[in-house]
């Protein structure tokens, strides 16, 4: 299995709403990260996580709370979003964190904020 | 900022040709990396290339780098209209990557 894969693909949410991302992968990878894409722009990392441990927090509202349950799983839960937090949410991995290798990127979630 | 240039921003060609697009940078990296997205889509990883190379080849693909002009280039060669996609490079630095605007590329059949 070689793949990243998010749930759901498509994501309508008010902003008294909570949710969550999903995001998984089965290749033995150490380390996960959120990005976040709005249109014509390129991603931008939000957290990242190494051997479950979160590492890197790039300064992220409060209003996203990230989660490592285990080696395969990383979630990132939504609460009390705006409207300016629509976006394409893309979780990705890598055998160790750092800038060693590629990353594997899932196909990502499409969140509108209502 | 460490992300530098991507051009061109946008780049229309017929099937069967050659394009290509160039990433600047300008702060030292550990390598360089491109990737594709489709419309909406995730990324998708092409190559690496490490600050000690210069070329790097990867089936129609062909990644440059020039440490001393703080560039990269990314050929793609006999385009196909599936290339159609956003081309991404990621200038990568300690832990994190610095991913550039992306070039637009549009093959048309």
């Known amino acids: 299995d070689t793949e990243v894969t998010q749930t759901p693909k498509h994501l309508v949410m008010g902003m008294t709403n909570k949710k969550s991302l999903k995001c998984e992968q089965h290749?033995?990878?150490?380390?996960m990260y959120w990005y976040k894409q709005k249109a014509k722009k390129p991603p931008e990392l939000m957290f990242v996580?190494?051997?479950?441990?979160?590492?890197i927090n790039e300064s992220v509202p409060s209003r996203f709370s990230p989660e490592c349950p285990n080696s395969s799983l990383l979630n990132l839960h939504l609460h009390a979003l705006q409207p300016e937090d629509s976006a394409l949410y893309l979780c990705?991995?890598?055998?160790?964190?750092?800038?060693?290798?590629?990353?594997?990127f899932g196909s990502g979630t499409r969140l509108t904020v209502v | 900022s460490q992300q530098g240039e991507e051009d061109p921003q946008a780049l229309s060609i017929q099937e069967g040709e050659n394009a290509t697009m160039n990433c600047s940078y300008k702060?030292?990296?550990?390598?360089l990396q491109w990737y594709r997205q489709n419309s909406g889509r995730g990324l998708v990883h092409l190559i690496l290339i490490r600050s000690n190379e210069r070329e790097k080849h990867s089936g129609r693909l062909r990644v440059t780098l020039d440490t001393s002009k703080k560039s990269s280039s990314l050929l793609i060669t006999a385009s196909r209209a599936a290339d159609t996609a956003s081309y991404f490079c990621a200038r990568a630095n300690f832990n994190k990557f610095y991913f550039g605007s992306g070039t637009k590329l549009n093959v048309k059949p």
């Open positions: 702060t030292s990296i550990n390598n």
């Open positions: 290749m033995g990878h150490r380390a």
């Open positions: 996580y190494s051997y479950e441990k979160l590492s």
């Open positions: 990705a991995s890598s055998p160790g964190q750092g800038t060693l290798w590629g990353y594997t």
